[in-house]
């Protein structure tokens, strides 16, 4: 079993920057990737990013993203980031952290994803 906390959330100001942490514990993570979800009020959870978990650590984005969030990862500390900057008001959501197991063919559905954490809350004020 994986454990997963998020942490970084916050309020910030449009135009601002915040890194999330997601921790995995419980056991070594070896899976095929890890992403991040977000999901406002009143809206269905959204793929952010993901990032495989192999030597090469291939990332991927939501159009809506893209140029303004990076992913990473450190795999000896078993734990992924992202950090966002350039944060409007439409980001404002909470966020998710998610590990899936097995190879799939598109990280960006989250039924894909084996365990998930409990968010984080982002607000961006405008």
């Known amino acids: 079993q994986v454990q997963l906390v998020e942490s970084g959330g916050g309020l910030v100001q449009a135009g601002g920057s915040l890194r999330l942490s997601c921790a995995a514990s419980?056991?070594?993570?070896?899976?095929?990737?890890m992403g991040w979800f977000r999901q406002a009020p009143g809206k269905e959870r959204e793929f952010v990013a993901a990032?495989?978990?192999?030597?090469?650590?291939?990332?991927y984005y939501a159009d809506s993203v893209k140029g303004r969030f990076t992913i990473s990862r450190d795999n000896a500390k078993n734990t992924m980031y992202l950090q966002m900057r350039s944060l409007t008001p439409e980001d404002t959501s909470v966020y998710y952290c998610?590990?899936?197991?097995?190879?799939?063919?598109?990280?960006?559905?989250?039924?894909?994803?084996?365990?998930w954490g409990q968010g984080t809350q982002v607000t961006v004020s405008s």
């Open positions: 990032i495989t978990w192999d030597d090469i650590g291939v990332p």
């Open positions: 998610a590990a899936d197991q097995m190879y799939t063919p598109n990280l960006q559905f989250s039924n894909y994803y084996d365990y």
């Open positions: 419980g056991r070594t993570f070896s899976g095929y990737a």
